[in-house]
């Protein structure tokens, strides 16, 4: 069974600092990886997507990078957190079809 | 404006009565699904419906999807406290696109 862990489960970070999120898919091969941002009560937004080690597509430009280092890990990064930065993380990879499994995520508070 | 969208912000019942949350869609679609998403968990897939279905079932759950009106609902029959959640719909872009769009979400509430 395909199992996908985030780390941290959650961050408390200053304006300004940088910030690195992880995401590890055990049990699948090659798979499809995505992060999401989710806001306090809304939507989920598509940031990144990668369908193989060291490639990653860009959906939304929110001052924040990803990268896939390997084949099971998916990184999201930025140097310089904005407030705006708030929210959930969440990364999921994609099943047979249209449907995508999320991780847990990852609560990000910017002070 | 959102691709997938559903058509109620909140909903509240109590427990054993049964609720449907509804969704509409802009462009033509070759599935749609719906999620759930529990207070500070990731969203889970509930069903997937194709665009040459006309309803889907799971469980307690059951997906309809009328294409010429461009909608689709979740029916859930007796439900349970644990049913309370926010419920999405979502689409892909366009055909054949790895992007999903989610809708705004539904937060349902189930009283005892």
């Known amino acids: 069974a395909q199992t996908i862990h985030q780390w941290p489960v959650a961050e408390i970070k200053a304006v300004g600092s940088p910030l690195s999120l992880g995401c590890t898919i055990k049990g699948k091969s090659s798979p499809n990886l995505y992060w999401y941002w989710q806001a306090t009560g809304g939507t989920l937004q598509q940031l990144f997507y990668?369908?193989?080690?060291?490639?990653v597509e860009s959906v939304v430009q929110l001052n924040l990078s990803a990268s896939r280092p390997k084949d099971d890990q998916f990184i999201l990064s930025t140097e310089k957190l904005l407030l705006s930065h708030s929210g959930f993380y969440l990364c999921?990879?994609?099943?047979?079809?249209?449907?995508?499994?999320f991780g847990p995520g990852t609560r990000l508070t910017v002070l | 404006s959102q691709l997938a969208e559903e058509n109620s912000w909140a909903l509240s019942v109590h427990e054993g009565e049964s609720v449907t949350v509804n969704c509409s869609y802009k462009t033509s679609i070759t599935a749609l699904q719906w999620y759930r998403q529990k207070s500070g968990k990731g969203p889970a897939q509930l069903i997937l419906?194709?665009?040459?279905?006309r309803e889907k079932r799971n469980g307690r759950l059951r997906a309809t999807l009328d294409t010429s009106s461009q909608s689709s609902s979740l029916s859930i029959t007796a439900t349970r406290c644990e049913d309370t959640a926010v419920y999405f719909c979502?689409?892909?872009?366009?055909?054949?696109?790895?992007?999903?769009?989610f809708g705004s979400g539904t937060q349902l509430t189930v009283m005892p």
């Open positions: 979502a689409t892909p872009r366009s055909s054949g696109s790895w992007q999903l769009i």
């Open positions: 999921a990879w994609r099943g047979g079809s249209y449907e995508q499994y």
């Open positions: 990668s369908i193989t080690v060291g490639q």
């Open positions: 419906i194709r665009s040459n279905e």
